[in-house]
């Protein structure tokens, strides 16, 4: 253990080890030790030693040298952040060397060919300037040699030729059997032990993608069965059992390969899209209908069977799950009922089985206390839909807030408690902020919040409500006849203009409340000495609360 202060050693003990002011460089070019005077010497003579101190150091190297390796080959290094971080971990004096790839693993798909180059051999790859994978790969190595790394070169090629062989083996061998042919295969692979197999898994996505087609544009529900049909069948592949990451996408040329039309190939590929929130998003009609049921077919069974996020822990990726729905549905302007998807979802889980296993793994105690009812002891699909809207809330919040959406507008909207339509919550929540962004807005909110006030404490303290129609007969100020007018005449035009959808004139419409409400206040005592005088301007109130809930839940407002 190196330990220097001042240009002086720190001592202590550690296990067997004393601290002391010696450093080695590279072990095999530069073995030899070295006394430490500060920092700026002991990096200077590490770097003297092929030993490059710094991470960043190490990164900034290897790209210049592979770019300007592979740039003498008129090929370019293709982009890779995350095995950029891995190799510069494990290599002190960065080189690199070029090797080829055998021309006869070339007919392979190319993700097979970055897969075993990338992931299992930490070489980088390389592009044509058409896209197109090239022959070749860059290999960082940690040592210089006298030949100029050609040894290293040729046993990296040689092990890579094995890699590739058992490649080459997979694809022929599961050429062989078509996709539905593995059906059975999928029976005996678990996808959760409360939910089943892959294979029951793949019969509850086929119908619900065949449900969701209603509001996915020029989805063909034939194809779409097809599609959902063999989606998973490429888990029963020996390619995908070697190389798990290409589950998706070996089923896209494997379809291919057995003459599938080539949006039930592209279904099969992107339906485990999004993968991250950099990832892009399905917009083929199929592949949005597929990628939809399977990530709704699993965040229901989970949440029905007491599996769902807690805190940081997130073993199943529900939380990616969710947002990846959220993002196909914004992405590709879909207005798809999500309470009536997560009901339809629910239906086709063995919800008995469900509340059983969870009652035998609790010891008949509440593990699920909002899921499963004491009463039927049956999970409680109405719960579940409900738990599941406000998850799917708290993501979209999230998702909005890069973009700088404010978070309680959302509550707001989704508060008004008729709103389950994403794509319609989030253009209902662009015409709220605009709208609070005007003097009439913010004037309505401070209206809105007084009245409210109001009629909650006289609520309270009366241990009664105030909901229904005034008497207008008991209307006796101007202001407050005024109010009831106002009130009147624009209900029933905010909600036509909700339910088409018509945000901004709804908007308008609770803009010229503004005036009388302000009215009110200045010339109406709400609190009058007569009874049934106080009881109908409180109801007259709280028809304000009424109205205004009707767009959104204005308490949720902050600021």
């Not at 002190?92 to 790839?101: K, N």
């Not at 709400?526 to 205004?548: G, W």
Request: hydrophobic share 40%; proline share 4%.
């Amino acid at each position: 253990i190196s330990c220097v202060f001042a240009g002086e050693v720190l001592k202590f003990k550690f296990g067997h080890l004393v601290s002391n002011d010696t450093s080695f460089g590279h072990r095999f070019l530069a073995p030899d030790p070295f006394k430490i005077v500060d920092f700026k010497q002991y990096k200077d003579e590490l770097k003297k030693r092929f030993v490059v101190l710094e991470t960043e150091g190490r990164k900034n190297l290897i790209v210049e040298k592979a770019t300007k390796l592979a740039e003498s080959y008129n090929v370019h290094v293709r982009r890779d952040d995350g095995l950029l971080e891995e190799v510069a971990g494990l290599v002190e004096w960065p080189e690199a060397l070029v090797g080829s790839i055998d021309p006869k693993f070339l007919h392979l798909p190319p993700e097979v060919l970055v897969t075993s180059i990338r992931s299992h051999q930490k070489y980088f790859c390389a592009n044509r300037a058409s896209g197109e994978l090239a022959p070749f790969f860059i290999v960082i190595s940690n040592m210089l040699t006298d030949d100029k790394g050609a040894a290293i070169v040729e046993g990296n090629q040689r092990v890579l030729r094995a890699r590739l062989s058992d490649g080459i083996f997979f694809w022929e061998q599961d050429k062989k059997r078509k996709l539905e042919d593995r059906f059975d295969d999928l029976k005996r692979i678990v996808f959760h032990a409360k939910l089943g197999t892959v294979a029951e898994k793949v019969v509850r996505i086929e119908h619900l993608a065949q449900f969701l087609c209603v509001w996915i544009p020029h989805a063909n529900l034939t194809q779409t069965e097809r599609a959902a049909e063999l989606c998973k069948s490429d888990l029963a592949t020996g390619m995908v059992g070697e190389f798990p990451e290409l589950q998706g996408i070996m089923g896209y040329y494997y379809a291919k390969e057995q003459g599938e039309d080539e949006a039930v190939a592209l279904a099969i590929r992107d339906h485990y899209s999004p993968l991250g929130p950099d990832d892009s998003v399905p917009s083929q009609p199929l592949s949005i209908a597929v990628a939809l049921a399977d990530k709704l077919d699993t965040l229901t069974g989970m949440f029905a069977a007491g599996e769902k996020p807690t805190g940081s822990k997130d073993p199943f990726a529900l939380r990616r799950a969710a947002l990846g729905v959220i993002r196909i549905i914004l992405e590709n302007g879909l207005s798809v009922p999500l309470k009536l998807a997560f009901e339809n979802a629910l239906s086709r889980h063995d919800t008995d089985k469900l509340a059983s296993s969870d009652k035998e793994e609790s010891g008949g105690g509440g593990l699920l206390k909002k899921i499963v009812s004491p009463l039927t002891s049956r999970v409680d699909e109405h719960a579940v839909t409900g738990e599941l809207l406000e998850f799917f809330i708290d993501r979209l919040k999230a998702l909005l807030k890069g973009k700088g959406v404010r978070h309680d507008l959302i509550s707001a909207v989704f508060g008004a408690g008729n709103e389950d339509d994403l794509l319609r919550l989030t253009r209902r929540v662009a015409s709220l902020d605009r709208f609070l962004g005007s003097d009439d807005g913010a004037n309505l909110l401070a209206g809105y919040r007084r009245a409210v006030n109001i009629v909650s404490i006289e609520e309270k303290k009366d241990k009664s409500t105030y909901k229904g129609v005034p008497s207008k007969t008991l209307l006796e100020e101007e202001a407050e006849k005024a109010l009831f007018d106002a009130l009147h005449e624009v209900k029933s035009d905010i909600k036509k203009a909700l339910k088409e959808e018509k945000f901004e004139s709804a908007m308008a419409l609770l803009a010229s409340l503004r005036k009388p409400i302000d009215s009110f206040f200045e010339r109406v005592t709400v609190n009058a000495e007569r009874p049934d005088l106080r009881r109908n301007r409180l109801m007259l109130l709280a028809q304000i609360r009424e109205l205004v809930d009707e767009i959104a839940d204005f308490s949720k407002i902050e600021g």
